[in-house]
């Protein structure tokens, strides 16, 4: 789509193996030569020379006002391109030559890169991911989708590290990590049963995907880290403290806030042996990530006031001190605090009338009832807001809940950063980033680590449509149609590159759908993916030598619903109003592996794999359900495809 300021010919020139390339090195030296060396061009014209500058002359700036009158002032991320027989790229650092780099490397190779100037610079400063260590299997996965954040100009990413990294000084932690996980990891849904089903009081998410269930040693935990930052992107630790603490606490249950819970998540924030571990926990992470920032997490606090050392004393009062007590001792050793902030609302869910207050949540005093019977109270926590440094991070994940609540925030000159983001539905995109005080937007995966999951949890899709948002302030949610067709078109196109070692393999087009309907829901808390639970049969190909090969389709994965809906609509739930829009999230799960294709009323699904006989064309077709599958798969076509990647 569109960069928000271009002013541009119809001319489009090629990297061609004579281009002169000089001013970069690094990540975005290499990312040149790759692309040198994948086009094709010798009937193109090429860029003599590309230089790159990091500083912005002044003859620049004033031929950028002349084109562009009232556009801002380069920003440090910001870069300008200007474009004839030779191409200069220009900004003030090393993250702005990269990101320009991303952008002649996707033009040139299609339809090359047209004469004229580029301006382009970010929304925000902070643009990232928020996920959860892989397992060793899959680090490859995790360094694929960190060139996927850099090539759509992400910055940031926020680890989770909970019991998932090594720990020398504290072994028993990672030892009890691996048990617990087993335990909670036996089948899919266990501990989610857990979470919601086995006991009176209200119990944090339990992330036992992170790290696979395992943990990786500090050298790996490094490689990943070094691999982030050669990317340029700023790596933020996540070190959950007082509510998702279960890492800590299956070996030292004396420090359970709740000491009736068999799986306890919430420390004792009143016990000073509490911290004597946590800050041990924290200087090895600080050691390891020497980060300029760490997220504390306290989300989801609900159990307080229950150990003999913390009854009497309000939530806001264990709340905030806490939070303080973590943050001089981070701001002593020169790093930042961030935080998950819906703890410090006052936050009630929209009624199914869209304005009175519904049912409490956040930092609101909210009541238990099990079975009708009022089983426990959870203290209200918001006044804490008032009790905390103002120069905490947030991230505000309650922005679809009301988007009234993070006034709270705003109005007292905090720093904000939408959590958990999801961009199709952001209600008042283009107002609400506009506040002062906005810093910027971080995507969550809850889920495992790898390919398969990023895909069906949507976080592909997010990563790809957020991108437009973070860089053109004109879009927001009235370009929902045409951000959704660039994406899906994007997705497909880096879903073939991920697939076939070379661009000039021969492949197979399916193009499928199915009248099977099944209900979206996120890998995560427990929920981890079996894809052979989502197997509804197999296309068989038979090739003209008599060969044949079997197509899964898999539910989720590369088919979807024949009745899928496209457009934006409200978000109702059965009891409450949610403040943002939604579309069909199955569309998204399958975007990477799938094309999907509107037509005659029905939604289709184009994949491509690798045709094993090249040369050799299909002569039929059948399709095999898998044993209790009822629905019916309609195979719409197949066709041989010559050596280049489809894109829509």
Request: hydrophobic fraction near 35%; aromatic fraction near 12%; charged fraction near 25%.
């Amino acid at each position: 789509m569109n960069k928000q300021y271009c002013d541009i010919g119809n001319i489009g020139r090629h990297l061609g193996r004579r281009t002169k390339i000089s001013g970069i090195s690094g990540i975005a030296c290499d990312l040149m030569a790759a692309a040198v060396f994948q086009n094709k061009c010798s009937d193109k014209q090429i860029f003599e020379e590309i230089t790159f500058h990091n500083s912005i002359p002044g003859n620049i700036l004033t031929e950028l006002g002349r084109r562009f009158p009232g556009c801002p002032a380069p920003m440090s991320e910001s870069y300008i391109i200007v474009s004839d027989v030779n191409m200069n790229i220009y900004s003030q650092t090393e993250h702005g030559l990269l990101y320009a780099v991303q952008d002649i490397v996707n033009l040139t190779s299609q339809d090359g890169f047209p004469e004229g100037l580029v301006y382009n610079y970010p929304v925000c400063p902070i643009r990232g991911v928020k996920m959860m260590l892989p397992d060793l299997s899959h680090m490859e996965d995790f360094k694929k989708f960190i060139d996927l954040l850099c090539s759509y100009n992400y910055n940031t990413i926020i680890l989770e590290i909970g019991g998932a990294m090594e720990y020398r000084r504290h072994p028993e932690i990672n030892q009890g990590w691996v048990e617990y996980c087993r335990f909670m990891n036996e089948y899919p849904g266990k501990a989610h049963e857990i979470q919601t089903q086995c006991f009176l009081w209200d119990k944090n998410a339990i992330h036992s995907e992170n790290g696979g269930g395992s943990f990786l040693s500090q050298e790996h935990v490094c490689e990943l880290i070094v691999y982030c930052r050669e990317r340029m992107m700023e790596v933020i630790p996540e070190v959950p403290s007082l509510s998702h603490s279960d890492y800590l606490l299956t070996r030292h249950p004396e420090l359970a806030e709740r000491r009736l819970d068999p799986y306890p998540d919430t420390y004792c924030p009143s016990n000073p042996k509490t911290y004597e571990l946590l800050f041990d926990v924290l200087d090895e992470v600080i050691e390891i990530f020497n980060p300029r920032t760490i997220n504390i997490g306290h989300d989801e606090f609900y159990t307080m006031a229950q150990c003999p050392q913390c009854k009497g004393k309000s939530g806001a009062e264990l709340y905030a001190g806490d939070i303080n007590r973590i943050y001089k001792y981070l701001a002593a050793k020169g790093v930042k605090t961030i935080m998950w902030g819906e703890k410090l609302l006052n936050a009630h869910f929209l009624s199914l009338n869209g304005k009175s207050a519904g049912g409490a949540c956040g930092g609101a005093e909210r009541s238990i009832y099990k079975n009708d019977v009022l089983v426990e109270t959870v203290l209200p926590t918001y006044t804490a807001i008032d009790l905390i440094p103002r120069d905490i991070e947030i991230l505000h994940w309650y922005w679809g809940v009301d988007r009234k609540l993070e006034d709270a925030f705003f109005d007292r000159d905090m720093e904000v950063i939408y959590g958990n983001f999801s961009p199709a539905g952001f209600p008042e995109w283009k107002k609400r980033i506009s506040r002062k005080g906005f810093k910027g937007i971080i995507i969550s995966n809850w889920g495992k680590l790898n390919e398969k999951t990023l895909q069906r949890n949507g976080i592909l899709f997010d990563t790809v449509f957020s991108s437009l948002l973070l860089w053109n302030r004109d879009l927001g949610e009235n370009n929902f149609a045409a951000m959704r067709d660039w994406t899906l078109a994007e997705l497909f196109k880096a879903g073939c590159h991920a697939k076939f070692d070379t661009l000039s393999a021969e492949r197979i087009e399916v193009i499928h759908t199915t009248d099977e309907k099944r209900p979206y829901r996120l890998f995560c808390d427990g929920f981890f993916l079996e894809e052979k639970a989502f197997l509804l049969g197999h296309h068989i190909l038979y090739f003209s030598n008599d060969r044949k090969i079997s197509v899964p389709v898999i539910y989720g994965s590369n088919i979807s619903s024949s009745d899928i809906d496209w457009e934006l609509r409200e978000s109702v739930t059965s009891w409450c109003r949610n403040d943002f829009l939604e579309f069909d999230r199955r569309l998204a799960e399958v975007a990477f592996e799938t094309l999907p294709i509107k037509e005659d009323g029905k939604t289709y699904y184009k994949i491509e794999i690798v045709n094993p006989f090249p040369g050799e064309r299909i002569v039929r077709t059948e399709t095999k359900k898998a044993e209790g599958i009822d629905c019916s798969i309609e195979l719409k076509s197949t066709r041989v495809l010559a050596g280049h990647v489809s894109e829509s």
